[in-house]
């Protein structure tokens, strides 16, 4: 499974930026697929995930009301909408795809990461 990732950029803060990955391979065995970030000298954290089927999505709570994940099955991607941007919200951001049951908040749940792209958020 290889992931790209894509849209990162910097933005004002309230601006917007959609973020997409694009999953090629053998996925369906997956369990879906999330966001996770890395602000500079932070451990990475989880953002958002959604079920394969996309009839689940869970969010971390500073980013709820702020970001929406979705995806298209067809294309395999999975996209990660955000506005109202925040400083705070500068990191590099790494799709994942889950391969484990457990919560889709820990990182040892996904196997496969993409190699991330840079969102920066100017004040």
């Known amino acids: 499974v290889q992931l790209q990732a894509y849209g990162g950029g910097l933005v004002r803060t309230g601006g917007s930026l959609r973020l997409s990955c694009a999953a090629s391979g053998r996925t369906l065995s997956s369990y879906g697929m999330g966001w996770f970030r890395q602000a500079p000298g932070k451990e990475r954290e989880f953002v958002a995930a959604i079920s394969w089927s996309g009839s689940t999505t869970t969010y971390t709570d500073s980013v709820k009301g702020r970001f929406t994940i979705s995806r298209d099955i067809a294309r395999n991607t999975i996209y990660l909408q955000m506005i109202s941007l925040k400083p705070e919200d500068t990191a590099v951001y790494y799709c994942?795809?889950?391969?484990?049951?457990?919560?889709?908040?820990?990182?040892?749940?996904?196997?496969?990461w993409g190699q991330g792209t840079q969102v920066t958020v100017s004040s």
């Open positions: 994942a795809v889950k391969t484990h049951s457990g919560s889709v908040r820990w990182q040892s749940e996904y196997k496969y």
